[in-house]
């Protein structure tokens, strides 16, 4: 069976270069809010009946925190 939607060019998650430091942070924190809800959210259900979806949702802001994360490294001043 043939693919019906190619693959794309560019990678998924791609960070806006523009970004400042500190606009790097105040879009990091509400990404870890995010991310520690859904965590509490998953850890709440019995581990037998916990659902897949929230590891995904936890993997994709995941990625999205080590894209921003990685942005913020390459932003700061070294000694």
Known sequence: MNKRVPDS??????MIEHLTLTQVR???LP??????????VYLSFDDDVRPAVLLDDLAILAQLLHCLFD?????????
Not at 71 to 79: F, G, N
């Open 9 to 14: 060019p560019i990678p998924y998650l791609s």
């Open 26 to 28: 105040e879009h990091a």
């Open 31 to 40: 990404l870890m809010n995010a991310f520690t809800g859904t965590a509490e």
């Open 71 to 79: 942005h913020a490294r390459s932003l700061e001043v070294r000694p």
